[in-house]
């Protein structure tokens, strides 16, 4: 019987009321095997710029110190917009916590079931078993943190520039985690890059494809440029088993693969790193694809799947309960294709609170 300790930070939007969700699914999840949760909840984006002055309060990252997980919802809003970007939630939280827990691998599973395949804006019959594919995202590196600045020029005008960076042993470790993905599913990858134009991405081939051939050397490895890579992702989604890239390439198409497969409220994502936990396993942190919705927050519609989800990747990889994940898996899966559907996946069918779309969930574990 093991208490699993992880801090849950809600966030804004929709954030807390699927996190809520997401909790009550969690605690009958694992109360069935004899587990328990000790969670702590913290404050972070809007919540934390209202409550603490600061997207990322310190207070937070020190209760995330203390965890085996990080358990997020979404950050942001029309409230926080007038702050200079920097401060902005999305920017003075989600990236300062990915550096400081040095997640360097965001896994995005781009799943949809069959029976769901009307969400997808693509025709069903290019998908007619549904979609069932792994974006893997470099997520500490690149262009997001490489320099940056602002100046005049001596004429008067303006310039800025973001620099785009990597080492070898970035590359290095992300492929590690797309080789392992590969090896546990159908042995074959996709690593995207632009190498016909940027440096970093003829670095990136190479380097690849010299780890591949010395630590996976059974695992198909292809690459594609990114721009193809975009378009035969809306033409045939399901020719890539397992996909990696570097982050601003891995940020759009991970978008793109989201809308293919139906709707944000489904997709969940987990970034883990090398930092281990005190069992012993990977830090992680999970959240949900679909960021704050503030069109809909507050009125019980949203849909907490992604949040549900994303809880079973942290069961999964942070705290080693397989079974469990796959359990949560299971339950939404038959929620879901029993037509409980909120109103994102609705399609025709009456739609279903945020609530229901919970009890669903939990009467089916
Ligand atoms: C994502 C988001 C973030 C990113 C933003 C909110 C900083 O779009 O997780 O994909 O660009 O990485
Ligand atoms: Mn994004």
């Not at 025709?123 to 078993?129: A, F, L, T």
């Not at 997001?144 to 600045?149: L, S, W």
């Amino acid at each position: 019987m093991s208490t699993f300790k992880f801090v849950v930070l809600p966030g804004d939007g929709i954030g807390p009321e699927v996190m809520k969700a997401a909790l009550e699914v969690l605690e009958v999840a694992c109360k069935k095997h004899g587990h328990s949760l000790d969670y702590k909840v913290c404050a972070v984006g809007g919540a934390g710029i209202d409550e603490f002055g600061k997207a990322l309060p310190d207070s937070t990252v020190e209760t995330c110190k203390a965890s085996d997980a990080i358990l997020f919802g979404s950050v942001g809003g029309p409230k926080w917009e007038h702050l200079p970007p920097a401060e902005q939630p999305e920017r003075a939280a989600l990236l300062p916590l990915r550096k400081i827990f040095k997640l360097f691998a965001n896994i995005r599973p781009g799943l949809l079931y069959p029976q769901l395949t009307d969400a997808s804006p693509l025709k069903s019959e290019r998908i007619p078993d549904g979609i069932d594919i792994v974006c893997i995202r470099e997520l500490t590196g690149g262009i997001y943190f490489g320099e940056k600045k602002t100046w005049t020029e001596p004429d008067g005008q303006l310039a800025a520039c973001d620099t785009m960076m990597y080492r070898v042993s970035e590359i290095e470790r992300i492929a590690e985690v797309a080789g392992n993905t590969a090896m546990a599913r159908g042995k074959k990858v996709c690593s995207i890059d632009k190498a016909n134009v940027l440096e970093t991405s003829v670095l990136w081939r190479k380097t690849v494809t010299e780890y591949f051939k010395k630590h996976f050397p059974e695992v198909e490895l292809k690459y594609m440029y990114v721009d193809n890579a975009a378009m035969q992702l809306a033409r045939d989604p399901n020719q890539f088993d397992v996909f990696f890239t570097e982050n601003m390439f891995g940020d759009i198409l991970s978008d793109e693969m989201a809308v293919i497969c139906g709707s944000l409220g489904m997709l969940c994502s987990a970034s883990l790193g090398d930092i281990k936990n005190s069992l012993g396993l990977k830090f992680g942190l999970y959240e949900p694809a679909g960021g704050t919705a503030p069109d809909i927050a507050g009125k019980g519609i949203a849909n907490p799947c992604a949040q549900i989800l994303s809880a079973a990747l942290m069961m999964r990889y942070s705290f080693g309960q397989d079974e469990i994940a796959a359990e949560i898996e299971r339950a939404v899966r038959d929620a879901v294709c029993s037509g409980v559907r909120t109103g994102d996946i609705a399609f025709g069918i009456e739609p279903v609170s945020t609530d229901q779309m919970k009890q669903a969930v939990i009467d089916r574990l």
